[in-house]
């Protein structure tokens, strides 16, 4: 069981870029831990810390932070930064959160939510469970049936945050050299008043598409990277249509996440061979997992224009 193991796990370029930028700036490109506790010396020197550290922690952990020593980083983080430096309230829970005022006020993080987070998001992309026992330490595959149960809020957050992201990208990005956008980035940017003359007229909006109807291969052409949604003369009824959209992906969303949630949670039943051998039940997660992703993205695309739409109006009101 154990060479099916992975030591490796691939990361996303812009992840890649952040901890490249931190070994430099810590000098800590040799280092065998990604967090030394040399760093933890040269960032915690306040006398409050001198007596933990004294206290013989050292001994043990002579080469890398424990649990404690980063709960005590992350706290200092909270505080310093950005309480006492950027001025924003930090609360213990979301009911503490000032609504009116989002900007205002963050709920504190801890280690113990930023590995659930990772856990999650790595069951929603499909990881074996061999993979995310690894990296988690688990030393019991079953440990995962507990974070399996958690993906749906999971789900909700990301697809608010994402939806968020790509309402507030609607706002700053700018359409220069719109052709050589990706295909989000032409999505997020499809709002913009442009000249429709000489596209041709569909639903919600505009089919850019030079060799229309040879070019299509989505059943929707509200998914498609071809079109321009005209939200200036989205009617009433295109609305709502959009909204019933966004209703049907969710309960495809909950088809996916249960699926999931019942792999991770019967995994522990297998037998060692399974694990090498099950390549069905593999591929089935891999292929639910990848269209979950692909739900995940067309929901949080409707909801932001829906969203710009509604902004737009209510600009249009004050005006």
């Not at 598409?209 to 009824?237: A, G, M, Q, R």
């Amino acid at each position: 069981m154990q060479n099916t193991i992975p030591k490796e796990i691939q990361i996303n370029k812009e992840i890649f870029e952040i901890i490249e930028d931190y070994k430099k700036e810590t000098n800590s490109e040799n280092e065998e831990y990604l967090f030394h506790l040399s760093h933890h010396y040269e960032h915690l020197t306040k006398p409050k810390y001198s007596s933990f550290i004294n206290k013989g922690v050292t001994k043990k952990y002579n080469d890398h932070r424990t649990t404690d020593l980063m709960s005590k980083l992350l706290v200092s983080f909270f505080n310093e930064v950005i309480q006492d430096g950027m001025g924003i309230n930090v609360v213990n829970s979301r009911d503490e959160l000032d609504l009116e005022n989002p900007h205002k006020t963050i709920t504190r993080l801890s280690l113990m939510d930023t590995r659930h987070f990772a856990i999650c998001s790595m069951m929603m992309q499909g990881f074996s469970e061999l993979t995310i026992a690894q990296m988690a330490g688990h030393t019991k595959i079953e440990t995962q049936s507990a974070y399996a149960s958690h993906i749906d809020d999971f789900q909700r957050s990301y697809s608010n945050l994402l939806a968020k992201d790509i309402q507030r990208s609607m706002t700053n990005l700018n359409t220069s050299g719109f052709d050589h956008f990706t295909f989000r980035q032409k999505q997020i940017l499809s709002y913009w008043n442009s000249d429709y003359s000489k596209e041709k007229k569909i639903d919600y909006g505009y089919c850019q598409s030079k060799n229309f109807p040879y070019e299509c291969f989505e059943d929707d052409c509200i998914f498609c990277n071809k079109i321009h949604i005209d939200l200036s003369n989205l009617t009433t009824l295109e609305q709502s249509e959009l909204a019933n959209k966004i209703t049907k992906i969710q309960d495809e969303i909950q088809i996916k996440l249960n699926f999931i949630k019942k792999y991770y949670r019967s995994a522990y039943r297998k037998k060692e061979s399974e694990f090498d051998n099950n390549e069905k039940n593999s591929k089935d997660l891999e292929r639910n997992s990848a269209n979950l992703a692909i739900l995940l993205n067309r929901k949080a695309m409707l909801e932001a224009h829906l969203a710009k739409k509604m902004e737009v109006q209510d600009d249009n009101r004050k005006v």
